[in-house]
């Protein structure tokens, strides 16, 4: 369907809210606030994340150096490797909920206050 309306203007177009400074940013990167989130992450996410590859890397070389404990029955036709192999699942998982449940409690409201405060210097 044609109309005969012109386009609204340009200006009204740009909704964009106002994008703080580069100086801003790194007012802010600089900021005891802002290296207090940065050590709440680091201290929740580097430590999980070494234990969960050590983990991975147990499971890998038990695989390869340790074929008659994983063969191991445990019950059935399940055997270690399987009961291991599923646990890194189960791990996996577990992480992802441990760091939303952290994120959600430490993270969020830390980034939350600094970006609102960036938006309303801006």
């Known amino acids: 369907m044609a109309t005969d309306a012109p386009p609204p203007p340009e200006a009204s177009t740009d909704i964009r809210p106002a994008q703080p400074t580069t100086e801003a940013f790194?007012?802010?990167?600089?900021?005891?606030?802002?290296g207090e989130l940065r050590r709440s992450y680091r201290s929740f996410a580097f430590p999980l994340t070494i234990a969960f590859v050590l983990w991975?890397?147990?499971?890998?070389?038990?695989?390869?150096?340790?074929?008659?404990f994983m063969g191991t029955k445990v019950y059935s036709n399940i055997n270690v490797a399987f009961v291991l192999g599923l646990a890194q699942f189960v791990t996996t998982f577990l992480i992802?909920?441990?760091?939303?449940?952290?994120?959600?409690?430490?993270?969020?409201?830390?980034?939350?206050?600094?970006?609102?405060?960036?938006?309303?210097?801006?």
């Open 26 to 34: 790194t007012a802010v990167q600089e900021s005891a606030e802002f």
């Open 56 to 68: 991975y890397l147990l499971y890998v070389l038990l695989s390869n150096y340790a074929g008659g």
């Open 96 to 122: 992802a909920w441990f760091y939303s449940r952290h994120a959600a409690a430490k993270l969020d409201p830390k980034a939350e206050a600094i970006k609102s405060r960036m938006e309303a210097d801006a």
